[in-house]
Nanobody
């Protein structure tokens, strides 16, 4: 089983920065950040492979957000720069299934609000 706890959300103005942290218990395979705006679907923001650190990003956040992980302390981060009002959402940490039949795991989310 994998447990995930997000932290680091808050309120900033346009152009500001925040760093989200996901504390992980258990050994993940791949991790990702997702976000869900009010009345919208949950969308993938960025993902990272736990083992080799390969990353990928949604087009909407490329060159502004950076995903990383700390293998020693079982943490994952999302550094968010040049924030825009459209980045306002509840941000979730996700760990993908590690073997056939396992479900993915979600944290409870942390709110990010960007005001103009």
């Amino acid at each position: 089983q994998v447990k995930l706890v997000e932290s680091g959300g808050g309120s900033v103005h346009t152009g500001g920065s925040l760093r989200l942290t996901c504390a992980i218990s258990g050994l993940p395979l791949d991790l990702s950040w997702w976000r869900q705006g009010l009345g919208k679907e949950r969308d993938l923001v960025a993902s990272i492979w736990w083992d080799d650190g390969r990353t990928s990003y949604a087009d909407s956040v490329k060159d502004r957000f950076t995903i990383s992980r700390d293998k020693e302390n079982y943490l994952m981060y999302l550094q968010m720069d040049a924030l825009k009002p459209e980045d306002t959402a509840l941000y979730y940490c996700n760990a993908g299934p590690r073997f056939s039949g396992e479900t993915s795991y979600w944290g409870h989310g942390t709110q990010v609000t960007v005001s103009a």
